[in-house]
């Protein structure tokens, strides 16, 4: 644009400066604002959600997201959100490789969960829980107290909903999709993920499914998977029948004794945490009372991270994978050890 010459009279000089003030304040509104910073109320908000018991109104999208336990980190990472996220804490183990470039962009709060005073230094303005020990309440981390410091919370709804299944992605997607205000993104991943479940049962028609004992960990008794949560939905889906399927948990303690008595064909051990699969192999081979258990005697082990076993992106690869494992004559000579 020209600038008026010092001949233009005052009052044309007024005109044009105003006109020039007005254009600069629109183009800041429309270069980092968005529909915030000009009034306008984004497109899908105000959104509300009730999610585990806690009901919350967003009138824009979060823009200082903080993270706590990988399955949730991945899902923020699977729907394109990296720039949204002021934060994360917490892995299991690896992050998927294909989300590891944006994930090395975010900053780790703690290796674990951090303190209170360490994720409001994060300045967040949104907190996505993976388990409900990221909402502490002993450490002051309660979705309540978060609240009350101007900060709105979700928790991964595998922790409040019976009956866990593909179905109960979805709607974690979804919401998450609508809370960020990228719900086609959302519709985009659910497509792509239920073309690979289509895919991977395909393969698997007319398998007759083999039995399955989840070890997750556990000495004088045995924590494993039981029927209500998503694992159980990965072993079925897999060609597995859940042993422990008629336990009303995701996870729970189970005696050794039932273990022997159910008689497991193979045993899916979840590999995360301090104690390698190695050792939790050795703890069921070295145990004379498991010594006759098919899965035992036979060493018929597969694995699976702790990460691919809740509900999170990884579900359709985690089907996969375990289907090879548990039927390796399916199309895959990868097989069970």
Same mark, same amino acid.
């Given at each position: 644009?020209?600038?008026?010459?010092?001949?233009?009279?005052?009052?044309?000089?007024?005109?044009?400066?105003?006109?020039?003030?007005?254009?600069?304040?629109?183009?800041?509104?429309?270069?980092?604002?968005?529909?915030?910073?000009?009034?306008?109320?984004?497109?899908?908000?105000?959104?509300?959600?009730?999610?585990?018991?806690?009901?919350?109104?967003?009138?824009?999208?979060?823009?200082?997201?903080?993270?706590?336990?990988?399955?949730?980190?991945?899902?923020?990472?699977?729907?394109?959100?990296?720039?949204?996220?002021?934060?994360?804490?917490?892995?299991?183990?690896?992050?998927?490789?294909?989300?590891?470039?944006?994930?090395?962009?975010?900053?780790?709060?703690?290796?674990?969960?951090?303190?209170?005073?360490?994720?409001?230094?994060?300045?967040?303005?949104?907190? !996505? &829980? #993976?388990?409900?020990? $990221?909402?502490? =309440?002993?450490?002051?981390?309660?979705?309540? +107290? /978060?609240?009350?410091?101007?900060?709105?919370?979700?928790?991964?709804?595998?922790?409040?909903?019976?009956?866990?299944?593909?179905?109960?992605?979805?709607?974690?997607?979804?919401?998450?999709?609508?809370?960020?205000?990228?719900?086609?993104?959302?519709?985009?991943?659910?497509?792509?993920?239920?073309?690979?479940?289509?895919?991977?049962?395909?393969?698997?028609?007319?398998?007759?499914?083999?039995?399955?004992?989840?070890?997750?960990?556990?000495?004088?008794?045995?924590?494993?998977?039981?029927?209500?949560?998503?694992?159980?939905?990965?072993?079925?889906?897999?060609?597995?029948?859940?042993?422990?399927?008629?336990?009303?948990?995701?996870?729970?303690?189970?005696?050794?004794?039932?273990?022997?008595?159910?008689?497991?064909?193979?045993?899916?051990?979840?590999? !995360? &945490? #301090?104690?390698?699969? $190695?050792?939790? =192999?050795?703890?069921?081979?070295?145990?004379? +009372? /498991?010594?006759?258990?098919?899965?035992?005697?036979?060493?018929?082990?597969?694995?699976?991270?702790?990460?691919?076993?809740?509900?999170?992106?990884?579900?359709?690869?985690?089907?996969?994978?375990?289907?090879?494992?548990?039927?390796?004559?399916?199309?895959?000579?990868?097989?069970?050890?």
């Amino acid at each position: 644009m020209n600038r008026p010459g010092p001949a233009a009279p005052r009052g044309a000089r007024c005109a044009v400066l105003v006109s020039l003030l007005l254009i600069s304040l629109t183009a800041c509104a429309g270069s980092g604002g968005g529909a915030a910073k000009s009034g306008r109320s984004a497109e899908g908000f105000p959104y509300t959600v009730t999610n585990c018991g806690v009901k919350t109104t967003f009138t824009e999208p979060p823009r200082r997201a903080v993270t706590m336990n990988q399955h949730v980190t991945e899902i923020m990472l699977a729907l394109g959100l990296q720039d949204r996220m002021a934060g994360t804490a917490y892995l299991d183990d690896r992050i998927l490789p294909r989300y590891a470039k944006a994930y090395r962009g975010i900053k780790v709060l703690a290796k674990k969960y951090p303190s209170k005073e360490a994720l409001l230094a994060a300045n967040p303005d949104f907190v !996505y &829980g #993976g388990y409900a020990s $990221a909402f502490d =309440k002993t450490e002051g981390r309660e979705r309540a +107290a /978060l609240t009350g410091s101007g900060v709105k919370t979700r928790l991964n709804v595998e922790n409040c909903t019976k009956d866990v299944g593909v179905s109960t992605l979805h709607r974690e997607i979804r919401e998450i999709g609508r809370t960020f205000g990228v719900p086609r993104r959302a519709e985009a991943l659910i497509r792509k993920q239920d073309r690979q479940l289509a895919a991977t049962a395909r393969r698997l028609k007319g398998t007759e499914r083999t039995p399955v004992f989840v070890y997750d960990s556990g000495d004088s008794s045995a924590f494993t998977a039981g029927g209500k949560g998503i694992g159980n939905e990965i072993l079925h889906r897999a060609g597995g029948r859940n042993v422990f399927a008629d336990v009303d948990k995701n996870f729970a303690d189970v005696s050794w004794e039932k273990v022997v008595q159910r008689k497991p064909e193979v045993v899916v051990i979840y590999d !995360y &945490g #301090g104690t390698t699969v $190695a050792q939790k =192999k050795k703890r069921l081979l070295d145990d004379p +009372a /498991l010594a006759d258990v098919p899965a035992v005697k036979h060493r018929r082990f597969a694995v699976l991270p702790l990460s691919s076993a809740v509900l999170g992106p990884r579900v359709p690869d985690a089907v996969d994978e375990l289907a090879r494992q548990l039927h390796p004559g399916q199309g895959s000579d990868d097989g069970a050890e």
